[in-house]
């Protein structure tokens, strides 16, 4: 979504009390049992996490409320006589995990902190996005006119779920979904003042703003409110019989975090291929990431396609103010402006990944100098950022950028949009639904198997007869798909044992069926083996194992965690999600040799059979009731 006349025009954090180092956490987040240590240690190992800030005292009790948190960034952001800037304020949008009351809404408590005056207020509740949501409220009622001044504000206090009192109740244990975040979550608020002109001084000016969901597709992933038998706080005889099963601690599934990477990866590519993003023409790079851990996860998916941003232009806050939620990246434009000084021109990006039930956000702003006339901006832009893009932003489709691309950056954008689209089909199938929503039962599974034993039996025979007709000109591939074929030549006999552990009456592989879905399939992939240099399989090879590293990951856990044990009938599953990283490796270094011999045409072929294989591959799955 583009902007013409949005601007930040001053930012503000507040973060309470001293920084809390990693040895005195436990001053304020006791210990629960004696898995407490060995947890925490091992995620203070890989967040990178060494100071934070607490609203609450040693003894657990709240210095501040959520509201006053945020009440004090934003008379950090506006300055000065922040009561007498309030009233050139028309709208106030808020935005938090963990507000005071349950209701009414954040921003109206946080009007009455602040005793502004009467204006429009916007509250929005959720994860880590949720103040991007609120930025994008206020920018759009900005940019239509409705009002000319805004200031947008998110504030999380966490530290309150986390106390030791709060796992006591009925002695309730909490497994490690609910250990986890209390070493990752900390408290503060940030907030930033638009308008429709940019003042005077330096502002940034908002030129792209993307905010998706995809909540409609994927598993609950963070909450707070559920008990871990699924039993909703509100359905429970009384608040204290939600709260003795656990049903209001805070919870992350960390086994489904590497779909909200693999979800805002692939947004970030289709927007790059839309124009909408130029990595090139970015000078700083703020993410939201909550764990050291995932920056290299970032960056290496982003390589492979060149989109990365150099490590350089990276810019986080998390080591010293911890993870703040969806306050976060306020905190962090906050710091950064402060600590980095970005020259007039230059563009910083900010991403935010939310992994509550996934939602991805990324804005674009560029820093502009009021008091400085257009053609002396441009000309001091010149000395301190790099030469401009070959498409400037925004732009229609990179087409001329592209065609400087190496074949393989190019061919692995491609296939990440349909890809991104396959997943999306996939998680909405009727079989992964019963998955997600604890519906699917020994039946299911097994009925699933039926049909996909027969089809997994095919794909060494498929890839055989593809590297057979490899012609002279590619007979240099033809060792590499035999070794890949011979990993697979095995694999339906596991998925058949599992499917017979499982509760499967059919005694011989023989007379299992594929469904249509997965015939239509199957003939496409012979019939395509057949030809001479079916090299566009290698797109079909994408699709595939993709599945298997990606998605099925993913759903395994959801499976044991509904169907209980089924004895060994989750092996096959378990392989795949664990192996086929090894896979896309060596398919990886099959298409480099592919396209430095063949070129466009190639790339071509392998975006076209990794799109007929992803319609048919999620046929296969739609058609499995």
């Known amino acids: 979504m583009r902007f013409d006349d949005v601007y930040i025009t001053s930012t503000g954090a507040y973060f309470p009390g001293d920084p809390v180092g990693n040895d005195d956490i436990d001053r304020y987040i006791a210990p629960i049992n004696a898995l407490s240590p060995r947890i925490k240690r091992r995620i203070l190992g890989e967040n990178g996490i060494q100071t934070r800030h607490y609203a609450i005292d040693e003894q657990g009790r709240s210095t501040h409320t959520c509201a006053a948190l945020a009440a004090h960034a934003v008379r950090a952001c506006l300055g000065g006589d922040a009561q007498a800037a309030l009233r050139e304020i028309d709208l106030l949008a808020a935005a938090s995990s963990s507000g005071d009351l349950i209701l009414p809404g954040f921003a109206n408590m946080l009007q009455a902190e602040l005793r502004a005056p009467a204006m429009t207020t916007a509250s929005h509740h959720g994860v880590c996005a949720s103040g991007m949501a609120a930025l994008q409220h206020a920018a759009l009622a900005l940019q239509h006119g409705q009002h000319r001044q805004a200031v947008v504000a998110a504030a999380e206090f966490p530290s309150r779920l986390f106390k030791r009192s709060r796992f006591a109740p009925g002695g309730y244990n909490a497994d490690f979904d609910a250990h986890f975040l209390r070493w990752m979550l900390s408290d503060g608020a940030g907030a930033w003042r638009l308008s429709t002109r940019p003042g005077t001084g330096l502002a940034l000016k908002l030129e792209q703003l993307h905010l998706k969901s995809f909540s409609g597709e994927l598993p609950l992933c963070m909450q707070a409110g559920r008990a871990p038998d699924g039993q909703l ?61 995932f920056a290299p996860v970032v960056k290496q998916c982003l390589q492979l396609a060149q989109l990365d941003i150099p490590e350089e232009k990276w810019y986080s806050n998390l080591k010293f103010r911890g993870n703040l939620g969806s306050a976060s990246i306020f905190t962090m434009l906050d710091d950064f402006l402060r ?287």
């Open 339 to 625: 600590e980095r000084r970005p020259q007039p021109g230059q563009r910083i990006l900010l991403f935010v990944p939310e992994s509550g039930r996934f939602t991805v956000a990324f804005a674009l702003l560029k820093v502009v100098d009021a008091d400085t006339p257009a053609s002396q901006a441009t000309a001091a832009a010149a000395h301190t950022i790099d030469p401009p893009s070959p498409v400037p932003l925004p732009a229609p489709p990179h087409a001329a950028d592209d065609k400087q691309l190496p074949e393989v950056a190019r061919l692995l954008r491609e296939l990440a949009l349909v890809w991104h689209d396959y997943r999306s089909r996939v998680w909405k199938t009727p079989l992964v639904g019963k998955i997600l929503d604890g519906s699917v039962g020994k039946a299911d599974y097994v009925d699933w198997m039926e049909q996909w034993v027969p089809q997994v039996r095919e794909g060494s025979l498929w890839m055989r007869k593809a590297a057979d007709h490899l012609t002279p000109k590619y007979a240099v591939l033809r060792d590499t798909v035999h070794h890949h074929a011979d990993d697979e030549q095995f694999d339906y006999n596991v998925l058949f044992e599992d499917y017979r552990n499982a509760g499967g009456k059919v005694a011989s592989l023989d007379e299992l069926k594929r469904n249509p879905g997965g015939e239509a399939l199957n003939a496409y992939l012979h019939a395509r083996a057949a030809q001479p240099d079916a090299l566009g399989l290698l797109g079909a090879m994408y699709i595939i194992e993709g599945t298997g590293q990606r998605i099925v990951p993913a759903l395994l856990p959801l499976l044991r965690q509904r169907l209980g044990w089924l004895g060994r009938s989750f092996t096959f599953l378990a392989y795949h999600g664990e192996n086929d990283v090894a896979h896309l490796q060596r398919w990886l270094a099959a298409v480099e040799t592919a396209l430095a011999i063949g070129g466009r045409d190639i790339a071509d072929d392998i975006v076209d059979d990794a799109r007929h294989v992803a319609a048919l591959y999620a046929r296969q799955l739609e058609m499995i009731r």
């Open 233 to 293: 706080w509100g359905d429970h005889e009384d608040f204290t019989a939600a709260d003795t099963a656990g049903a209001m601690l805070l919870r992350q599934d960390i086994r489904l975090l590497p779909q909200l990477f693999d979800v805002a990866t692939h947004e970030y590519v289709k927007l790059a291929q839309t124009g909408a993003i130029d990595p090139a023409a970015v000078d700083h790079f703020l993410c939201h990431y909550s764990s050291e851990r």
